[in-house]
T-cell receptor, first 114, second 113 residues
Framework: DTEVTQTPKHLVMGMTNKKSLKCEQH?????MYWYKQKAKKPPELMFV???????INESVPSRFSPECPNSSLLNLHLHALQPEDSALYLC?????????????FGPGTRLTVT | GESVGLHLPTLSVQEGDNSIINCAYS??????FIWYKQESGKGPQFIID?????DKRQGQRVTVLLNKTVKHLSLQIAATQPGDSAVYFC????????????FGTGTRLQVFP
């Protein structure tokens, strides 16, 4: 298996809802990422997990809560989002060695907050 | 809804021509660079990477050139095809953190027949 998968592909949620995004990889990668991407902009890093531990939080609001249950899975829990949080949410993974920097991206979840 | 925001720089080329997409970086200590292709509605896809101990690296129909003197990176696509139409991002590894990539603003490549 050589890909990163994300579910759901599309999500529409109200500002009072709680939902979760899921990411999975079976490449043995030990670093996993969440990015947010707005239209016509580059991906913007949100969180990094390294060996299932949160290593980077780019000052993301607490309404976004990441979770890494095991080395293959990454979740992003969403609660009380704002319309401006509507974006493409990308998951990525990387082989965790000091010599490997290439990140592999999933197809993304298109989130719309109403 | 979302604001329109700034337009992406766009490169329009005719099918069969060569394309050159440019990228500038700011940190002279950067030692790793990567190019991604992002088609509409998809996640970024790895194209090619290069380390700072190299000036040039070739892949299938793509070449990346690194000019450390002027801190410039370019992606050359030979015999551009309609399937090459996408947004292309360059990224550099953060000097202070090997887990972090710093993305450029992107260039849209449009291929017309």
């Amino acid at each position: 298996d050589t890909e990163v998968t994300q579910t759901p592909k599309h999500l529409v949620m109200g500002m009072t809802n709680k939902k979760s995004l899921k990411c999975e990889q079976h490449m043995g990668h030990r670093a996993m990422y969440w990015y947010k991407q707005k239209a016509k902009k580059p991906p913007e890093l949100m969180f990094v997990y390294s060996y299932e531990k949160l290593s980077i939080n780019e000052s993301v609001p607490s309404r976004f809560s990441p979770e890494c249950p095991n080395s293959s899975l990454l979740n992003l829990h969403l609660h009380a989002l704002q319309p401006e949080d509507s974006a493409l949410y990308l998951c990525a993974s990387k082989l965790r060695t000091d010599l490997s920097y290439e990140q592999y991206f999933g197809p993304g979840t298109r989130l719309t907050v109403t | 809804g979302e604001s329109v925001g700034l337009h992406l720089p766009t490169l329009s080329v005719q099918e069969g021509d060569n394309s050159i997409i440019n990228c500038a970086y700011s940190n002279s200590a950067s030692d790793y660079f990567i190019w991604y292709k992002q088609e509409s509605g998809k996640g970024p896809q790895f194209i090619i990477d290069i380390r700072s101990n190299m000036d040039k690296r070739q892949g299938q129909r793509v070449t990346v050139l690194l000019n450390k003197t002027v801190k410039h990176l370019s992606l050359q696509i030979a015999a551009t095809q309609p399937g090459d139409s996408a947004v292309y991002f360059c990224a550099e590894k953060a000097v202070y953190n090997t887990d972090k990539l710093i993305f450029g603003t992107g260039t849209r490549l449009q291929v017309f027949p």
